[in-house]
């Protein structure tokens, strides 16, 4: 029998990075003609930063890309915000103040010497197209989408070669970005669902004409689902949970068909989408070139039963299995799940299995609520621990021969966290925002900076 030699190292051209969002960073939410989007305009609990001011990066990107420069990034993952280019989503004409803005931000990137990785749409929804067509229920929206995408691609398409068309579009099966904080039916959310799918077809297809050497794939969050016991009945409950949470986008992205077993289950339920068949064969055209793999935590799943209000995501509960906390596995105050950087390999295994693409992290990091110390430091050890334990399982994924070609972590600097504003922080660089919008919002780099800044320089070979 042969023995399987390993390299040891990540490939030399591996794209260490990180990684960000343009609502949560970037601030000046309607500033140079910009309009609303439906993560401006989404209630915010009282005393909670909002996305006026955010990072503020709009107005200081140049000394963020100096200091991703200093930490020796090869590349940055970032969104362009659709209501930047499109203030309406539809507009007649693209708003030029916008368009110069990622002129600016892409060439200061390529001249520090990082390649810029683009997220066409991360969870900002233009709000006139949430309110005119009800968000991605409406086709129209569709249209809007493809329109927006193809604008990049001419602009942008010179200098960026790497390009996502949707992030975490799972998120969007349970909160539609349509009629925002309201509980949608199963078969509504489904239709809205296949809606972004027919748009990232577009948008794939787009690139691969307009883009020379492009490339783009989805940005998918994947929950690694553990049965709880050996008990058939939690691995089956297992088994559809990672189904419908991790292979929905994706099977509908890479083969255009919604899994086996989900898909009887629609039926079965009367939620099953509707579309015609010129628009089913859409979806299994123009498979995208690579996937983006965005990884936290694993979850645990029991057979059908009471529900555990204490499990992490335990929202994303069906009447046909329970999302449970891990009991084998540690937890933390945010990643009250699992904390199992062996479920990352694991991960990149299924999906390599599964459709036999390149993957690139997109996102994967450690939440932390902090402030400097009495000397002006973050000594943010616990985030170092958990990035060094997800790059030891990465690292052996890459030895395996997994075709993984880079990390961004999540994130560069501290944003806008959801309905945590400030108090919980993933940065390497410290942004001293305080909630209510206050706050120097001077740039402090934590430990995990200096920390990565090595890992960088030594091509992981340290760790």
């Known amino acids: 029998m042969m023995k399987t030699t390993y390299s040891n190292s990540f490939p030399e051209d591996f794209l260490w990075g990180a990684s960000s969002s343009a609502f949560q960073i970037e601030g000046a939410n309607q500033e140079d003609g910009k309009g609303l989007s439906v993560a401006d305009t989404r209630p915010v609990p009282s005393g909670i930063s909002d996305t006026r001011i955010a990072a503020d990066h709009y107005h200081r990107y140049r000394e963020d890309v100096r200091l991703m420069q200093e930490a020796g990034l090869r590349s940055y993952r970032f969104s362009i915000a659709w209501t930047r280019i499109y203030p309406n989503g539809e507009d007649e004409q693209p708003n030029e103040k916008g368009i110069a803005f990622y002129d600016r931000l892409i060439d200061a990137l390529l001249e520090a010497g990082i390649t810029p990785i683009v997220t066409l749409w991360h969870f900002d929804l233009p709000d006139a197209l949430d309110k005119k067509y009800n968000?991605?229920?409406?086709?129209?929206?569709?249209?809007?989408?493809?329109?927006?995408?193809?604008?990049?691609?001419?602009?942008?398409?010179?200098?960026?070669?790497?390009?996502?068309?949707?992030?975490?579009?799972?998120?969007?099966?349970?909160?539609?970005g349509m009629l925002l904080g309201q509980e949608q039916p199963l078969k509504t959310r489904m239709q809205a669902c296949v809606h972004m799918s027919l748009a990232e077809k577009k948008a794939i297809r787009l690139c691969h004409e307009l883009v020379p050497d492009g490339k783009i794939g989805p940005s998918s969050a994947f929950q690694l689902c553990y049965p709880l016991t050996a008990d058939s009945r939690d691995v089956q409950a297992a088994a559809e949970a990672e189904e419908y949470l991790s292979y929905l986008v994706l099977d509908l992205s890479v083969r255009g068909e919604i899994p086996v077993g989900f898909a009887a289950y629609l039926k079965k339920n009367d939620s099953y989408p509707e579309l015609s068949e010129e628009e089913w064969d859409l979806l299994k055209s123009d498979r995208p070139d690579f996937l983006g793999v965005n990884y936290y935590a694993s979850l645990a799943v029991k057979k059908p039963g009471e529900p555990d209000p204490k499990a992490d995501l335990f929202f994303f509960n069906q009447e046909n299995y329970v999302l449970v906390n891990n009991p084998f596995l540690p937890t933390t105050l945010?990643?009250?799940?699992?904390?199992?950087?062996?479920?990352?390999?694991?991960?990149?295994?299924?999906?390599?299995?599964?459709?036999?693409?390149?993957?690139?992290?997109?996102?994967?990091?450690?939440?932390?609520?902090?402030?400097?110390?009495?000397e002006g430091k973050i000594h943010d050890q616990e985030r170092i621990n958990y990035v060094a334990d997800h790059l030891h399982a990465l690292k052996e994924a890459v030895e395996e021969g997994l075709p993984v070609f880079g990390y961004n972590m999540w994130s560069f600097m501290d944003l806008l966290s959801g309905s945590q504003g400030y108090k919980k922080r993933y940065g390497l660089v410290y942004v001293d925002h305080q909630e209510g919008n206050t706050g120097s919002l001077d740039r402090l780099c934590k430990d995990s900076y200096y920390w990565y800044r090595n890992v960088i320089e030594t091509n992981g070979r340290e760790l």
């Not at 990352?344 to 295994?349: A, F, G, N, S, V």
């Not at 993957?359 to 990091?365: A, L, P, R, S, Y």
């Open 135 to 176: 968000g991605w229920l409406g086709k129209e929206t569709v249209e809007a989408y493809a329109r927006y995408a193809k604008t990049c691609f001419e602009h942008y398409g010179d200098r960026v070669k790497y390009w996502q068309s949707i992030n975490e579009q799972m998120m969007m099966v349970f909160n539609t």
């Open 334 to 374: 945010w990643l009250r799940g699992s904390y199992d950087p062996l479920g990352l390999k694991l991960t990149l295994r299924r999906l390599n299995d599964r459709y036999r693409l390149p993957m690139i992290i997109t996102e994967n990091g450690y939440p932390q609520t902090e402030e400097p110390d009495e």
